[in-house]
């Protein structure tokens, strides 16, 4: 089993911002994918059908970003890059519980109609925090 590098507080500060960054246009990707989802649906189950459309964007669009900018993982074939996506959505299964948890709670329980999206807020950002701590451990272990 190999050692992990150490890192040093000004390395670990500038991966947390990228991280953070990243985050934020990851979350602002799936929030604004599920505002068109709901603006082209409006109907029986539209917040599950708006929450799976951003969920998919949000985790290709993290998906990318985490690989090259956070993890500098490089894959050598289409089908190792294929098995980290998949290994990498199988660990934001336990992420997306989080979030979807926050949404839905809040667009059941609040009566605006931005709540929504304030609770996905919350939950995409709690999320994240445990998705990077899983991605670094079980998804990009070189790093």
Avoid: C
Avoid at 42 to 70: C, H, Q
Wanted: no cysteine; aromatic share 22%; hydrophobic share 50%.
């Amino acid at each position: 089993m190999g050692h992990l590098p150490v890192l040093s507080p000004v390395r670990i500060m500038h991966v947390a911002m990228k991280y953070i960054l990243f985050a934020g246009l990851a979350t602002g990707a799936n929030l604004l994918s599920q505002y068109f989802s709901f603006r082209m649906y409006s109907g029986k189950f539209d917040i599950f059908l708006a929450l799976t459309v951003g969920t998919f964007v949000g985790l290709v669009v993290k998906y990318l970003l985490d690989k090259k900018f956070i993890f500098y993982y490089e894959t050598k074939k289409k089908s190792e890059n294929a098995k980290k996506f998949v290994l990498y959505s199988f660990t934001g299964v336990f992420t997306t519980i989080i979030f979807w948890s926050f949404e839905l709670g809040f667009h059941f329980l609040l009566p605006y109609d931005s709540a929504k999206y304030f609770g996905a807020g919350i939950g995409l950002s709690m999320g994240y925090v445990v998705k990077y701590f899983l991605d670094k451990k079980y998804v990009f272990r070189n790093f």
